[in-house]
């Protein structure tokens, strides 16, 4: 009678135990089901407004180093702006608005920043309501953060360039050899440019630009600096990226919407039918 | 389980939550003592029971840290199903006939580090694989399973004493 007892409740332990596993896996593979988008938006919406009082205080104290580094954009964008004025012929008022070219630049504030896992996101307080959409990029005066992956009306939650899920276009020089460009795995301003053509040299030093061959960002973003070059598998090269922007020092970034995206999507589309 | 014990427990959930959200030790290191909360869950409880806490405290922390679902369950609910084998294993099967908490006090230091190491290294060597899902290398994969584990035993063993109804009477 024990023994049967015995037998019956190793027998709903091994049950409930496999149950519970299918039950995790299934959460955490399932990241493309509606529910797991739902389950993924209210723990951020949750983390968001933890965050965001959790942010206000340490903004508080670091105030002092984000005025110098806005006063230092502000100079260096002042000056592009002066620049741009003069070549164009127009004052520079009208170049300081937000949208430039086919391009909207919304700058937002990072609520959350995950850094120290494989697949690193981040947490902007603009949504939705602010005009956001999927699919937009996410940058600052030092280079690419990352692409806005879903958007709530007041947050947007983004993968960064930490995350092996990103990879960037990017060209080697402003004439350069255009190649991909992921995160390194495990640093904090290191990248990968990957299957780069072995009749290009790379110097160490060069810059690395986007190369603007997508919808996501625009070209001529500075990046970072070539490193290391070596040859893989006998026909491409590699070559290690320290990106200007360390992710470790993060507070504000831009979101760039394409406007032109819808349409450039549409072409797509019937190009492919 | 007394009062006490729910309250250190949430105490010290908290206190993993407020740590992994806000400390950044960089890729190579995580600091988890949730394997020694669930070894140390009072031993009257059943499997099924160890389980279902293993999962809600795994769900909970997901949701409050990662925002990934199940990264944390599914190692938890692993060191969880092996918690009488490791008990039995440690500290023989006198404890659980005897029905004794697991406690510094009675079983000593180092029977309690040995059965936090065994489940620590269960929670890490899994929770790294699925983590790195692919794009670490496994060599890297290791050192962070071997450094967590050899930083979150001693962290752990102290989890265990302030969990551990023994040792609160002891310095009453």
Request: with cysteine.
């Amino acid at each position: 009678m024990a023994d049967s007892r015995k037998r019956k409740s190793v027998v709903a332990a091994a049950a409930v135990f496999v149950i519970l596993e299918i039950a995790a896996i299934f959460m955490l593979s399932g990241s493309r089901s509606l529910q797991d988008i739902w389950i993924n938006k209210a723990s951020h919406r949750t983390l968001a407004t933890l965050w965001r009082s959790g942010e206000s205080v340490r903004n508080y104290f670091s105030l002092d180093k984000q005025n110098k580094s806005l006063t230092t954009d502000n100079l260096i964008l002042s000056a592009r702006i002066r620049e741009l004025g003069a070549e164009a012929g127009t004052p520079g008022k009208e170049l300081a608005d937000t949208v430039f070219g086919h391009f909207r630049y919304i700058p937002a504030t990072i609520v959350k920043m995950s850094r120290n896992t494989q697949h690193n996101y981040i947490i902007l307080d603009k949504g939705s309501a602010d005009g956001i959409r999927p699919q937009s990029g996410i940058i600052t005066s030092n280079g690419v953060v990352g692409v806005v992956h879903l958007v709530d009306e007041h947050y947007s939650y983004g993968i960064t360039l930490m995350n092996p899920m990103l990879s960037v276009s990017a060209r080697v020089g402003k004439a350069g050899p255009v190649a991909t460009l992921g995160w390194d795995g495990h640093s904090s301003n290191g990248a990968v440019l990957r299957n780069l053509p072995l009749h290009h040299s790379i110097a160490k030093g060069d810059t690395v630009w986007t190369s603007g061959f997508s919808s996501v960002f625009p070209n001529d973003i500075p990046i970072g600096v070539a490193d290391r070059v070596r040859m893989v598998d006998g026909s491409l090269n590699e070559a290690d990226v320290e990106l200007f922007q360390d992710f470790g020092a993060l507070r504000y970034v831009v979101i760039i919407d394409n406007l032109d995206r819808d349409e450039i999507s549409a072409l797509e589309k019937e190009a492919v039918q | 389980m007394t009062r006490r014990f729910v309250f250190t427990y949430l105490v010290l959930f908290a206190i993993q939550i407020v740590l992994a959200n806000y400390l950044n030790f960089g890729p190579y290191f995580i600091l988890c003592w949730f394997p020694a909360m669930i070894l140390c869950l009072p031993v009257t409880f059943s499997t099924v029971s160890v389980l279902l806490v293993a999962f809600v405290t795994g769900f909970v922390a997901d949701f409050l840290t990662t925002g990934t679902i199940g990264i944390t369950i599914i190692p938890l609910l692993v060191v969880a199903y092996s918690r009488n084998t490791v008990i039995r294993m440690v500290f023989g099967s006198e404890l659980l006939s005897r029905r004794e908490d697991v406690s510094i006090h009675k079983q000593g230091a180092a029977k309690v580090s040995l059965a936090l190491l065994i489940v620590s290294l269960v929670y890490f060597s899994i929770y790294a694989v699925i983590d790195a899902a692919g794009t670490y290398p496994a060599l890297l994969v290791l050192i962070r399973i071997a450094v967590s584990t050899l930083v979150s035993v001693p962290v752990s063993l102290y989890v265990v004493g302030v969990l551990s109804p023994r040792e609160a009477d002891r310095w009453r």
